[in-house]
């Protein structure tokens, strides 16, 4: 299956970083309580279009997490034979030449549940090319595998599955009772606001981790990237899953964050009192649109909804280019579900990180539900 490549005016550059948080000890894995909480982040940029030829493409997918996929999805994939074909190469250049004298927005990232640093890979590669630097941060031991700069890792934490839902089966059984609940939205945010009370608040504590994550980071790239990113326009936040749900806290949490977009993710998270007063956008599956309402509720600023039908929770990810069943995936098109994804985000980060004079406007279709609150 082609792979999108990024359509903007900038060639895209990659380069990884790893920073270490001396204020917090790891909660999870086999470090947990014994060393300091190690982020790992991939970095997405405008790249010098003058000097590009130097660099080379990198591989889209290593090889620790092609086998964790195929552990995980139950099927095969020949790491050396894609290589060889071209199949796994990357959006990107690696380590390609920053632009010199030019600063851009920053747009922080983070995966979703058992997803991995580059799990949206050619999202984070579009945004670039559009004129944005993308900080794709690596929440070690709910990815299914991070890698740090200095040949470490962490492996997905197995204790987290059972964790994040407890008891398990009434928990589950809630969840998708959930799913299919009608109401108004304050109705169904009560409901799942109850629900994550009685059964997850291992979630809603990792939540907060998350969310100290990317302050964390966003602290550190004012410190060493302040030569390539515009800080004075504010910062955007978006992610998949609990990523996005991460996007709608730090909205909440930092004054940086101006502006934000939750794909797919349920809103874990104690917002008893709280008004949102920054812009949303809330991006939905069919089958997570009554546990996705709480940006309708308590806001001040415009709030967007895009419900993307016919698609699984996962298909959000880079994964819907590498497992097209429809069974895991669902069966909007790998590419009509990349492109509406990206124009939400380009569309949503020019207005209110570049200020742009623009209307917001998704086009209908069968795939694909717009609408503004």
């Not at 050396?80 to 199949?87: A, I, L, Y």
């Not at 031991?141 to 700069?149: L, P, V």
Request: aromatic share 14%.
């Amino acid at each position: 299956m082609s792979t999108p490549s990024p359509s903007g005016m900038y060639p895209v550059g990659s380069k990884t970083y790893t920073f270490v948080d001396s204020s917090r000890l790891e909660q999870l894995g086999p470090k947990a309580l014994k060393e300091q909480r190690k982020l790992s982040v991939r970095m997405y940029y405008p790249a010098d279009v003058s000097t590009i030829s130097n660099f080379k493409k990198d591989y889209l997918i290593s090889r620790e997490v092609m086998n964790a996929m195929a552990k995980e999805f139950f099927f095969k994939m020949d790491y050396d034979k894609k290589c060889q074909s071209g199949e796994n190469e990357a959006p990107y250049f690696k380590d390609a030449d920053f632009i010199k004298n030019e600063k851009f927005p920053l747009i922080l990232f983070s995966h979703g549940f058992k997803s991995y640093r580059e799990g949206n890979t050619f999202l984070c590669a579009e945004l670039a090319s559009y004129g944005y630097v993308v900080l794709s941060i690596g929440h070690p031991y709910e990815a299914m595998y991070t890698s740090f700069d200095d040949g470490t890792s962490a492996l997905w934490d197995s204790s987290v599955m059972k964790r994040q839902i407890k008891p398990f089966i009434p928990g589950l059984l809630a969840m998708r009772k959930l799913q299919k609940k009608k109401g108004t939205p304050e109705d169904l945010y009560a409901a799942f606001v109850e629900v994550q009370n009685k059964y997850n608040r291992f979630l809603v504590e990792r939540q907060k981790e998350w969310t100290m994550d990317s302050l964390f980071i966003l602290e550190q790239a004012k410190k060493e990237f302040a030569d390539i990113i515009d800080f004075s326009v504010g910062a955007g936040a978006t992610g998949h899953s609990l990523g996005g749900s991460t996007a709608y806290s730090l909205c909440h949490a930092s004054e940086d964050i101006i502006c934000g977009i939750n794909i797919d993710g349920g809103l874990f998270g104690d917002y008893e009192g709280k008004t949102m007063t920054k812009p949303f956008f809330q991006i939905c599956s069919e089958n997570n649109l009554s546990v996705e309402t709480k940006p309708m509720l308590n806001k001040t600023q415009p709030v967007y909804y895009a419900t993307f039908k016919q698609i699984k929770h996962i298909a959000f990810a880079d994964v819907k280019f590498f497992m097209p069943n429809p069974i895991i995936t669902g069966k909007i098109p790998a590419g009509v579900m990349h492109e509406n994804l990206c124009k939400c985000h380009v569309d949503f980060f020019d207005k209110y990180l570049k200020k742009k004079e623009l209307d917001i406007n998704i086009t209908e279709s069968k795939f694909i539900h717009f609408e503004c609150f």
